[in-house]
């Protein structure tokens, strides 16, 4: 077990906005350098700003992850300048049940946790130390109506990130699987539902960052959503249909 208490070099995809803007500031300090990956140019470079102004140093990349070759290319020079430490696979889109992005939604969620991840595996194995957090979603332990297409890929990235914490041990790269429920992103900002529990990307991203250094195999808040939605997975199917029904969608 290689536990990253003080990771100098962190990579965070989507790093613009919301939750992996936070995580970003919430690293950002002298002696750190971070690589933000997102596809909004203007807003990762404020991001990168107030981080420099906390006295990190900074690289950006505006792409789109599910480009296989542009992601690997710029990951590497990356690791070029300096072995990357910590990796948050944290990119994600979601647009409920609108036909045709469910493709995209895949492309993004779980391609691009892919094509973040799997870059730098032969280094980190070699290095034997590093650390790749994976952010899914509480939405991965159950298919719900009108966000299909999402559930199904964070359920994805959720257990490829269990398996691959359990393959990984021997070679002491930890994998650590991030689910939060509602935080306050522009993502959630176009839900046009009542959602409980939300908090803000800078509370997520401490809950985030103190699992991390604890090597929790699993990351999972709020608490109370956790087991909410615990329960509806062992639901029969039958009552999660009736459920389902009256639950309101994207």
Request: aromatic content about 6%; proline content about 5%; charged content about 20%.
């Amino acid at each position: 077990m290689f536990l990253m208490h003080n990771p100098k070099h962190i990579l965070i995809t989507g790093a613009s906005s919301g939750l992996g803007a936070a995580l970003a500031l919430h690293y950002a300090a002298v002696g750190v350098r971070l690589s933000l990956h997102g596809r909004h140019a203007q807003r990762l470079s404020a991001v990168a700003a107030q981080a420099r102004l906390r006295g990190a140093e900074t690289a950006t990349h505006v792409g789109d992850v599910a480009d296989e070759q542009d992601m690997r290319d710029w990951i590497h020079s990356q690791d070029d300048a300096a072995a990357i430490d910590l990796i948050i696979a944290n990119a994600g889109i979601s647009w409920g049940t609108a036909q045709g992005v469910e493709r995209e939604i895949f492309a993004t969620n779980v391609t691009g946790v892919f094509n973040t991840i799997q870059p730098l595996l032969p280094r980190l194995i070699q290095r034997k130390r590093g650390q790749i957090a994976i952010i899914s979603s509480l939405a991965g332990f159950r298919g719900f109506s009108g966000a299909a297409a999402y559930c199904a890929s964070k359920a994805a990235v959720r257990v490829y990130g269990e398996g691959l914490r359990a393959e990984l041990a021997p070679h002491h790269v930890d994998v650590n699987v991030v689910c939060p429920g509602f935080v306050e992103t522009p993502m959630t900002d176009v839900n046009p539902f009542p959602m409980p529990l939300m908090m803000s990307p800078e509370c997520a991203a401490q809950i985030i960052c103190a699992g991390l250094e604890a090597n929790r195999a699993r990351i999972a808040f709020p608490r109370r959503m956790y087991v909410m939605v615990r329960v509806l997975a062992a639901l029969p199917q039958a009552v999660m249909d009736r459920i389902a029904q009256r639950m309101p969608r994207k």
